[in-house]
T-cell receptor
Framework: GAGVSQSPSNKVTEKGKDVELRCDPI?????LYWYRQSLGQGLEFLIY????????KSGLPSDRFSAERTGGSVSTLTIQRTQQEDSAVYLC?????????????FGPGTRLTVL | RKEVEQDPGPFNVPEGATVAFNCTYS??????FFWYRQDCRKEPKLLMS???SGNEDGRFTAQLNRASQYISLLIRDSKLSDSATYLC???????????FGAGTILRVKS
């Protein structure tokens, strides 16, 4: 079946603009995760959804970042007033149930460049 | 101190070599452990889970030492296609957040 998909694959924006990144998880997966990977850095956890609720928002770097998930499926990560340090690859993952033994499957990512 | 630390690499090895990567984690309450593989400009993909008893998948062997909070990955008979970044990953105690090491680059050369 289809894997995790993300759009757009690439986004170039000007500093100060808002951007929305979309994630379509694998059908039937209840858990959804957002991570980001900056150049030369490891992956950094941002937020986790179980269904439509986000029990763990601890990784969001500032209040310019927000995320929502509707219908237990699609999720949108919004970055307001983008800054150059927001440039990174934003990766979404989903898993069937969530939890420590459940494999997370990653999407191809959105490469965000803030000029 | 980072939660997950890995050998910095890069490891440059000839085809057929055996290579080992190490990883340490700081949170003793971590509950699950994995190795992921990431090819250049691609998403991470699960390579294998790591169990206390050790586990093997073909040419790949993973070991976990909970007492020392240490994880290893051994690759035997390296292939050119093994060239990638290998990410040590730990799941925190609430079972949801993957914590990634910075990765170790492996380059297998003919």
């Amino acid at each position: 079946g289809a894997g995790v998909s993300q759009s757009p694959s690439n986004k170039v924006t000007e500093k100060g603009k808002d951007v929305e990144l979309r994630c379509d998880p694998i059908s039937g997966h209840t858990a959804l995760y957002w991570y980001r990977q900056s150049l030369g850095q490891g992956l950094e956890f941002l937020i986790y959804f179980q269904g439509n609720s986000a029990p763990d928002k601890s990784g969001l770097p500032s209040d310019r970042f927000s995320a929502e998930r509707t219908g237990g499926s699609v999720s949108t990560l919004t970055i307001q007033r983008t800054q150059q340090e927001d440039s990174a690859v934003y990766l979404c993952a989903s898993s069937l149930m969530g939890g420590g033994t459940d494999t997370q499957y990653f999407g191809p990512g959105t490469r965000l460049t803030v000029l | 101190r980072k939660e997950v630390e890995q050998d910095p690499g890069p490891f440059n090895v000839p085809e057929g070599a055996t290579v080992a990567f190490n990883c340490t984690y700081s949170n003793s309450a971590s509950q699950s452990f994995f190795w992921y593989r990431q090819d250049c400009r691609k998403e991470p993909k699960l390579l294998m889970s790591v169990y206390s008893s050790g586990n093997e998948d073909g040419r790949f062997t993973a070991q976990l030492n909970r007492a020392s909070q240490y994880i290893s990955l051994l690759i035997r008979d390296s292939k050119l296609s093994d060239s990638a970044t290998y990410l040590c990953v730990v799941i925190n105690e609430d079972g949801n957040k993957l914590v990634f090491g910075a990765g170790t680059i492996l380059r297998v050369k003919s």
